[in-house]
């Protein structure tokens, strides 16, 4: 009889380093593991509900994020939204958001590890995502709180500034696993001007299935 | 750069929008009692105007919803964009003359039109 095989989980990433340019001007980091469900509901049957049960309703303007504590709804659609939470509460919050909206036409899936977030962060961040999208991301346009989905090189992903972030500037890509070590490779490439590092694209991996 | 203003996002790029073909073409409610002539001319035949062209785009690398847009196809002006479900507004356009007098439909450029010969066969034309 085989060895029982020890399960184990592994982020899109894993096998990259966080990088940083000169003096800190941009750091780069991937952010994983972190719970992500896509909200599909009629944004005034499901937001009071929503703020009952977990303190924080859907944002009520296009392109804006809701945060309260570590929780964040995140705009994607007129009826679309991310919920973003901590990891080890993600599947007891889904279950509070699924319970109270029994009764309300609503799909709530779960995207955990569908996608993956790239935290491009410092002082020239936002000067290392222009050179990768067609985005307006000066300050005057892209504020805090702002969730914009665009292309980044070849790579589709939604960008979105974290009102509550330690460091103004520290801008979430949240980009889909089978893309994310490619707009990585991309980041430090545009990042290499400050100091970033260059990155690799892993290729050969071998794939295994059961 | 090729400006598109998507109802919900605002003006984006073109590159993150895709064509989806002429606008307001409603299904057949009963197909099964159409002839073949008819179902063609609804799966395939469409206006094709030089001028005010109704037409679907969706902002793909966006928040993926549809909208119209009237957008004059001499001159690519965007004249209007409104959400699916609204009745397109009025909007006039001014078509440039051309000189070689080019037709209503189609390109107009007869160079590369197919050309009948005598033996009945279709040949390209330009020769
Ligand atoms: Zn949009």
Redesign the pocket.
Known sequence: MAEPRTSFRRSPLFHRRPLEGEAGAVRIAERPFLGKFILRADAQAASDRLRAALGLGLPSEPLMSASQGDISFLWLGPDEWMLVTAQAEAKERASTARGVLVGVHHQLADVSDYYTIIEVAGPRARELLMKLTTLDVHPRVFRGGMVAGSMFGRANAFLWLPLAARDANAFNLFVRWSMADYLWCLIADAGREWGVPEETPIKGETLTIG | MFLIR?P??GE?DVSDFSYGGEAHIARPADSDAMSDSAWADYVFLRTNPKGVHAERWN?QA??R?WFNMLRNTATDDILAVYKMGETPPQVSANLPATPSGEAAIGSGNDAAKVMTTEEGRGEGGGK
């Open positions: 998507c919900w996002c984006r902002h966006g928040c919803r």
